[in-house]
């Protein structure tokens, strides 16, 4: 019916062709070729469109789908396009005129035009991207943003990979320095405006990045940075388990910066105690604490201490109470981690160590949400009076949350030798393989990276 209508409106008057074709359409509306052709015959009744279907694409005369014969002899005598554009040119445009619309209007021979409007997204941060989740109990992922962990790993896997070669050599300072020259090496590859707040090193004179260095290209972000590029120098030098590479990282001026305060008193326990124990309180008290939070009995329970004469008396105590030492030569931010983390033969860390892995080990707790109670320590009462002229609190107990604040908290940490939670560094014919653990506060989550390089 609208074929007919259309061939008898009168020739010459695009507007009659339309009316007719559509007030000839049934109330039920046109199905098979009538449908087409009174659809086409409508699109075709404008002056504009016919010579917009001819230049479709680039511009030539667009290849067309033929109509049925009865059709095309009609459409030819009232000058109509006898067929329908070919839905590849039509999409081609489609997605042209997009691309137009979003990063504007190229320039054309003669430099007239321009970009137009600019895409907010090309210039600066990119904006965070958005996922729908079809299910409500599983991690949010409505809002992705950067994980600077996962770009850490890569400085811990370098320091690890070249102080594994100096494996039990005995030369720890060697082991050091080539932890310290890959670690800074691939810290400036990466975008951040970086500032080294807990170089470690210095303590003992060690090779060390530098408190107040700076690292990265000097991109957003601002954050400060703790490292321990080998810790557990005498382990790598004598062939001993429990060195790893290490490096903690937060907004600036989140991390507590120690100064001259070398040591630290340290009470590390899994996230189930972390309420239940007091730095204060006696060992026994502590201890007893842990054992209930985790449901063991006070014999069951292995506390972590660094085999140093200062110990004596506690461990001493810890041995009273009917807990078992775990004695370790060195490497205290490994056993604040194996105490943090299930299913290790650690459940507690006791003593006091360096204040420079305290602060690594309170950022790993941030994350890992285990406890962590710290409390500084002089060696003689000058360094006390010194530490107390810098401002510090000898007596002020100080929490996770106080050593690293923000929700901005990242860490990783690879094996150098085999720890209670990584692996060490296992040589091939062609390459390495490395272990890792990978962490980020504000999420939770705890990544282990098994990483094989090739040499």
Known sequence: RAA???KDAPRGDDGAVAKAAKAAQPAGGVTGDGARYGAWASSASTPSSSAAAAKVGTGSAVESLPLPEEYTQDLAKAGKPTGMPKFSDSA???FEAALQRQYGQPKDDAGNGGKGQANPNRKGRAKPGKLGMPRSNGPDYSVVTRNLALELVRVTEAAALGSAQWMGLGDKRAADQAAVDAM???LNTLSMDGRIVIGEGEKDEAPML???EFMGDGSWPAVD???DPLDGTSLIAQGRHGAISVIALAERGAMFEPQQAFYMEKLCVPFEAADAVDINAPVGQNIKAVADALGKDPC??????????RHSELIYNIRRAGARVHLIADGDVAAALAAATPDNDVDMLM????SPEGVIAAAAMRCIGG???GKLWARDEKEAECLTDQGHDLQRVLHAEDLCRGEQVFFAATGVSNSDFVRGVRFTPGGALTSSLVMRAKSGTIRFIETTHRF
């Open 351 to 354: 003593g006091i160590g360096g």
């Open 300 to 309: 069951d329970i292995s506390v972590a201490v660094l085999d140093r004469p």
């Open 225 to 227: 940075i703790a490292v």
């Open 92 to 94: 081609k445009t489609g």
């Open 4 to 6: 007919r209508a259309a």
């Open 184 to 186: 800074r090496l691939v």
């Open 210 to 212: 530098y408190n107040g």
């Open 371 to 373: 406890g962590f109670q």
